[in-house]
């Protein structure tokens, strides 16, 4: 995509993520790391290598203010052509921005939430946790239950036949396979919707699917 587009698509992962927004650049490097060292002790998240789920998540939290701090040493190969937006980097993703997230979340949820249904606001702490919460459904699930396709070296599994939650995401053991591959389903009755939105954002412009 464009440097304008790629704009765009910070400003939009930023307010869809809001208070555990991370940063693309970031998140690019430490995923890269985990193709490349799927399932290995270098791997960034393994159910594999890691005792417990929170364990997991500790220690891809600790990798990844690594690489934001440039404290962590990563390979050369896992930094190039990936999107990068100083404005960004130095202002969405910090303490400061996150307390306005949750003002923001707790002000919507002071208008929204009826005098009848005072349980809706058991499901703030879903909100302000929805990465780690995406991030542990595909690092720890789809590494662990489901279905595999494809026999590759790691643990990878597809999560279910219809991924109706992930929209697509959850076809990780066919993403793991062929990672170059934007359409993550392989089998008739697969659908990955992601897909659907990426062809339709390829066919009006906003990027550019490689065609190979
Ligand atoms: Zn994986
Ligand atoms: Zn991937």
């Given amino acids: 995509?464009?440097?304008t587009w790629e704009k765009v698509f910070y400003v939009f992962s930023w307010i869809t993520q809001g208070f555990t927004s991370i940063s693309p650049n970031?998140?690019?490097k430490l995923h890269r790391m985990h193709h490349a060292y799927a399932d290995?002790?270098?791997d960034v998240h393994s159910?594999?290598?890691?005792k417990s789920l929170i364990a997991m998540m500790l220690r891809t939290d600790k990798i990844f203010k690594g690489i934001r701090h440039g404290t962590f040493q990563l390979e050369e190969r896992f930094c190039k052509n990936l999107p990068h937006w100083e404005f960004m980097?130095?202002?969405a993703y910090n303490w400061p921005t996150r307390v306005l997230w949750a003002i923001i979340y707790i002000t919507i949820y002071y208008f929204a939430v009826p005098q009848n249904s005072l349980w809706m606001w058991a499901l703030l702490p879903l909100h302000f946790l929805m990465t780690p919460l995406q991030g542990a459904i595909i690092n720890w699930?789809?590494?662990r239950v489901g279905y595999r396709t494809h026999a590759v070296s790691d643990t990878s599994t597809n999560l279910m036949p219809l991924d109706i939650f992930t929209m697509g995401e959850g076809y990780h053991n066919n993403h793991h396979a062929h990672s170059g591959n934007a359409n993550f389903s392989n089998k008739w009755y697969e659908f990955d919707f992601s897909y659907r939105i990426i062809t339709l954002f390829n066919w009006l412009g906003i990027i550019q699917l490689n065609k190979k």
Avoid: L
């Fill in 1 to 3: 995509m464009s440097k």
């Fill in 40 to 42: 290995t002790e270098k």
């Fill in 26 to 28: 970031v998140y690019g």
């Fill in 89 to 91: 980097e130095k202002y």
């Fill in 141 to 143: 699930f789809a590494h």
């Fill in 47 to 50: 159910p594999k290598y890691d």
